[in-house]
């Protein structure tokens, strides 16, 4: 069965503690305030910054800032059996989403389609 994806968001990791340092840089760079988000109250959310590309800032329990990517698919199982198959490894799963590395330690998530729009309109169809 085929299913579909599309990169959908850049995101910034900072620790924690440089959360509201970090977004508020990033605000004033980009000339867009920041959504926070009740339920994921660890993430800063500055809309399609790009048509169909999605950023945010991410506090995080890490100490080393990092950028990371969302994919996002139509079905995150068989999303990330295709990019295991490409040499890409699972290093954990947080609520929906799966935490991955390429082969070279870059990390990213497959989540669920975030914005249906552009999903619709720009992803590739895989068999």
Do not use: N
């Amino acid at each position: 069965m085929s299913h579909r994806s599309r990169l959908t968001a850049v995101l910034v990791d900072v620790p924690a503690a440089e959360l509201d340092r970090t977004a508020s840089f990033w605000a004033t760079a980009i000339g867009k305030e920041p959504k926070t988000y009740d339920k994921l109250p660890e993430y800063r959310g500055y809309g399609e910054v790009t048509p169909g590309i999605e950023f945010m800032v991410q506090g995080t329990g890490d100490a080393v800032p990092r950028v990371h990517f969302d994919i996002e698919t139509d079905d995150v199982e068989a999303e990330v059996a295709r990019l295991k198959a490409l040499g890409a490894t699972e290093i954990g799963r947080h609520h929906t989403w799966v935490i991955m590395q390429d082969p070279s330690g870059t990390v990213f998530c497959v989540v669920t389609i975030q914005v249906q729009e552009m999903f619709e309109r720009h992803a590739t169809s895989w068999d």
